[in-house]
């Protein structure tokens, strides 16, 4: 039971992690999901190319979910990239509201890494 929770909280934030990759074909889906301006040139580029690192670490995820070998690494690639948006949005101070949405689904995202570290740390196999 422990087993499956842990598997269903990591898929969760796989999901909550690969969400940007729905922006790597669009610009206006990238402007909507961060609410800004009129991407174009090279910020465009720049932002779809994290939308597709944040789909390669979603899957990543969510492919660790089901291996628990990979789950070591992938929880704390997520964990620093969750934790490091969160640090970089307080350091930031002001940002609007598509943003805190994003700091919100971050936090959660960790709350439900760590649960998810409690409840599966007995199926790594440890050396």
Avoid: C
């Amino acid at each position: 039971m422990k087993q499956t929770l842990a598997t269903g909280l990591l898929i969760v934030v796989g999901l909550i992690n690969g969400i940007p990759v729905i922006g790597i074909w669009s610009a206006s889906v990238l402007e909507s999901l961060y609410a800004v301006g009129r991407l174009d040139g090279d910020l465009l580029i720049l932002m779809r190319h994290r939308a597709l690192l944040f789909g390669i670490l979603g899957a990543w995820i969510v492919t660790a979910a089901f291996r628990p070998t990979l789950r070591p690494a992938a929880m704390l690639a997520a964990a620093v990239s969750m934790a490091g948006f969160v640090v970089l949005a307080l350091m930031q101070g002001s940002f609007g509201e598509k943003i805190q949405g994003v700091v919100w689904a971050d936090l959660v995202g960790l709350a439900l890494l760590v649960f998810a570290f409690f409840l599966g740390r007995d199926s790594v196999s440890r050396p």
